[in-house]
């Protein structure tokens, strides 16, 4: 996600925004962390950006692409505009956690055993599933001066060794047996996690699915049974279950609305943010065994004028999927979908053989035809094998870019119902 695998919480602070063009979008005001008891680490969630107009809003820590000295730059210019409201289980580091008074018990720190200390700073480190932790806490004695300084000198801890560390006051329902099957499921990918909810009784799948923080148990519901994510949602508070679908793929956002009521759809969609609920809106308005039913509207889209190195640095996000990384999609203005007019693709592997300060314009291939939004299943099907393709471009009658379909789309509507279930014989039904 960010070119660096380890910041300091306090030097985010004021750090300038920016969306994927280079556009201001605001500044850090706060990190958002979760809390949590026992041995898990805090996760971090977000940021709170203070836009020009003094509104503050939240932003996931997964649409952070780098981190700058001078700026953070996001993998979209499209964020929700919903006024950040902390909830029960966040923590704000910056407003709550640093300059509250802790004690350390590490063995290595003897002579700290027993001393007040202030917290300084914390530090943030990415891990291999791509989130971030609070891996270490800054402390500083307090009421100790140095005989060269005025103040003591810092120390950096494990945060496991940090006692009384600042938190907001945890959910009812993240009690000690739900924390068990939280720290299970830390390092555990997003399938998985649906997969051993799903074999759960209803209360204790629901207690735990509401534990988890907004983007995660976005990433899991995409992965749920059907029954199960509707259920989840059905159970949910209605503001929470908004922010949920915002959180979400649209594609998958849209699946999901497309299984509940109209009436229920459209007042989730009503109370989601307009620049996250236009997507999903859009998708809806498809045959989900359609390729406008299948096709995600938020492939990687670049002008004929992008570079070969920026071409490959889109692609490099780590938010896109292996299939949607796989090729890139050339448009004239502009390229948010429905883009302008659509130009061709360039195969992934044609950009590695490119010079990298060429521009994309020179390699497109405007051989593969596009497919139609109203395009079925099995003409879908037939054309991914006969181009040996994994992500396709879908374009309107007016040759506008509407979005792409990705292979494991087509494989979820392909495989039978229930697919998701594990069959103890052969692994899966």
Same mark, same amino acid.
């Given at each position: ?211 988890? %923080?907004?983007? !995660?148990? $976005? &990433?899991?519901?995409?992965? +749920?049974?059907? @029954? #199960?994510?509707? =259920?989840? *949602?059905?159970?949910? %508070?209605?503001? !929470?279950? $908004? &922010?949920?679908?915002?959180? +979400?793929?649209? @594609? #998958?956002?849209? =699946?999901? *609305? ?13 109370? +989601? ?157």
């Amino acid at each position: 996600m960010a070119a660096v695998g380890r910041v300091f919480a306090a030097r985010l602070a004021g750090l300038v925004v920016l969306g994927p063009d280079g556009e201001s979008i605001g500044r850090i005001r706060d990190v958002v962390i979760t809390s949590r008891s026992g041995h898990s680490q805090s996760r971090v969630l977000g940021l709170v950006v203070e836009l020009a107009t003094r509104r503050r809003i939240f932003v996931p820590m997964l649409r952070v692409t780098s981190i700058e000295p001078s700026a953070i730059t996001l993998t979209t210019g499209n964020v929700s505009l919903r006024r950040f409201a902390q909830r029960s289980g966040e923590v704000l580091a910056l407003a709550q956690v640093i300059d509250s008074r802790v004690r350390t018990d590490d063995p290595d720190l003897p002579q700290l055993a027993d001393v007040e200390c202030v917290v300084v700073d914390l530090a943030l480190e990415r891990t291999r599933t791509r989130d971030w932790v609070v891996s270490k806490v800054a402390l500083r004695p307090n009421g100790v001066r140095s005989r060269l300084t005025r103040r003591a000198a810092v120390t950096i801890v494990e945060w496991q060794h940090v006692l009384g560390l600042a938190s907001a006051d945890p959910d009812r329902r993240t009690a000690a047996g739900v924390n068990v099957f939280l720290e299970q499921f830390e390092d555990m990918r997003p399938p998985d996690v649906a997969l051993a909810l799903h074999e759960l009784p209803p209360e204790r799948r629901l207690e735990i699915a509401f534990a988890l %923080d907004d983007q !995660r148990l $976005a &990433d899991v519901i995409q992965e +749920m049974h059907e @029954d #199960d994510r509707v =259920d989840v *949602l059905m159970h949910m %508070d209605v503001d !929470r279950a $908004a &922010d949920i679908l915002e959180a +979400m793929d649209p @594609d #998958d956002a849209a =699946d999901l *609305l497309g299984e509940l009521p109209d009436a229920e759809a459209e007042a989730l969609l009503t109370l +989601m943010d307009p620049v996250e609920s236009a997507p999903v809106r859009r998708l809806l308005e498809h045959s989900p065994d359609t390729a406008g039913g299948l096709m995600t509207p938020e492939p990687v889209v670049l002008t004929a004028s992008t570079t070969v190195a920026e071409a490959l640095a889109r692609a490099r996000n780590g938010d896109l999927t292996p299939a949607l990384a796989s090729m890139v999609f050339v448009v004239r203005p502009p390229t948010a979908t429905p883009t302008g007019r659509y130009i061709g693709c360039v195969h992934l592997q044609a950009l590695l053989r490119e010079p990298p300060a060429n521009l994309v314009g020179g390699i497109v291939d405007t051989t593969i035809t596009p497919l139609s939004p109203d395009e079925p299943l099995g003409l879908v099907t037939r054309y991914f094998a006969m181009y040996n393709l994994v992500c396709g471009p879908v374009v309107d009658s007016q040759n506008h870019l509407l979005g792409a379909v990705t292979v494991d789309d087509v494989l979820d509507h392909l495989l039978p119902d229930g697919w998701r279930d594990r069959d103890p014989e052969v692994g899966y039904v």
